[in-house]
């Protein structure tokens, strides 16, 4: 009788008790599923083997006046990014990328209305303007500083050299280049302390 | 099983003696680093956005790129790791060394390198490492290399305050305000046998460019000579000496003021700056390239 009655009084507090414990080990792990498709064998790779070479869309890049600065960032195989600076701060970051690796980028401008110099556009989030050329080059502002605004995003997206990159596209894939290549050299370093990005 | 970028992210502390020692940094440094943790908080941080389908879509595509080998992300986290546990089993050696000297293990000196030249090694082949993991993470920015170099120049946040720790840590604390000068003697005076004893550069040498030991050491030499001017300026700007540099780190490490070259060995042991804030680092460029690449 004894037991019974401890035990009818334990339980509401076991029951809570293993709910809690189970809640937390089964947690959903948000990040579990991309992880599993991205590792083991048979992964797809990250960057897709045509996609065009980081350093070809350099050119295609706006060039710093005034006292905007332009400072090459990344350049990967399929992307090249760079800081858009003033004063060591940065306002904004500017990228092309090669679509062919990822599809879903290509496929949010099937439906865009907008249009800039002639290009489908879309806003992304609260701090991106992006535009498709040639259905596979995707060109973007990503606003770093709130005094960077929308029009400031889509004035700096027209600098781009976008007719010389819409004929990207049709000229022969120029020959693969290997990942890029650690200097021989020693380069001449000149840090220049600049305020967090 | 490759290491999941989103939970190293997740687990770097948030206090801790590196955290505390990176902190000190800050009056030579003011403002450029908060102890950014948390996968999903640097996405937010870094790109603004807080609609959580955006945030998740970045930390995917991030997460995609960190895990494909070939990106060269998966190399330069080992480079961080690698080059802070190494520098520890330096610090240890360095310990050894200094007991070796203080009593009668008078024969342990025999066998471990002497503090400066060993500290020289390990300053000048972290200073490597910046520049390789930098290529491995940003690939090799623009179209000349005044690009490249206007690029690495544009250090802030915590690539910075990773520079100002190698400065003051392993540079004006165990060796003095005019360390470059020691340090670059030293480098130009040796061997490759010297480099090859080296635990820090056993850890990464099959990361420096070069065919083999000799041909390493002339990059190690070369990088550090190009940097050293950098370095100079920095300390004499920031007005970086001993006395101020160890003035921040007696308040969490007592007794340290009287015995600075078993504080560099403490330091190398205890403070993983390296490896914490090039996780910051490689995160952030992550999620700013996976966020341009959506």
Known sequence: ?197 | MSKKIYELVDDLPKKGLTVMALNSLDKFVPGQWDNLVGFDNTIKTVTGETDPTMVQAIGERAITLFNDKKEGYQRALWLYQTVDSASGMLGTAALANRIGQDSFLGFLQNISPKPEKAQTIDLSIKLVTEVVAFCHINGIPGDSLGDFLKSLGAYGSESLMRMAALVTFDGVIPLGADFSSKVLTSIKGMGASDLEKNPTFKGVKKEIPGDDSESKLAFITESFESTRGWMDKFVADKGITQSSAVDGLSGFIEGSKSKLDYLGAFLDISVKYYEHTGIQTLSRRLIERAVAEL
Do not use: H
């Open chain 1, 1 to 197: 009788m004894f037991l019974t009655r401890w035990l009818r009084r334990l339980a509401p507090l076991l029951v809570c008790l293993v709910l809690l414990v189970t809640a937390c080990s089964t947690a959903p792990d948000k990040y579990e599923q991309v992880q599993k498709d991205t590792t083991g064998f048979g992964k797809p790779a990250a960057v897709a083997k045509q996609a065009e070479k980081g350093g070809t869309f350099n050119q295609f890049f706006p060039k710093g006046e005034g006292d905007y600065e332009l400072i090459p960032s990344q350049e990967k195989k399929g992307f090249a990014q760079y800081k858009l600076n003033q004063d060591g701060t940065t306002l904004a970051m500017l990228s092309i990328n090669d679509t062919l690796s990822l599809p879903a980028a290509a496929a949010k401008y099937d439906n865009a209305t907008d249009k800039i110099a002639g290009y489908p556009s879309v806003k992304q989030g609260t701090t991106t303007l992006a535009l498709l050329v040639n259905g596979r080059y995707q060109v973007k502002v990503l606003s770093r500083d709130q005094s960077f605004t929308e029009a400031d995003r889509s004035a700096w997206l027209e600098k781009f050299d976008l007719a010389g990159l819409a004929e990207l596209e049709g000229v022969p894939a120029p020959q693969a280049k290997k990942a890029p290549r650690l200097p021989k050299t020693a380069p001449q370093r000149n840090l220049v302390p600049q305020p967090a990005a």
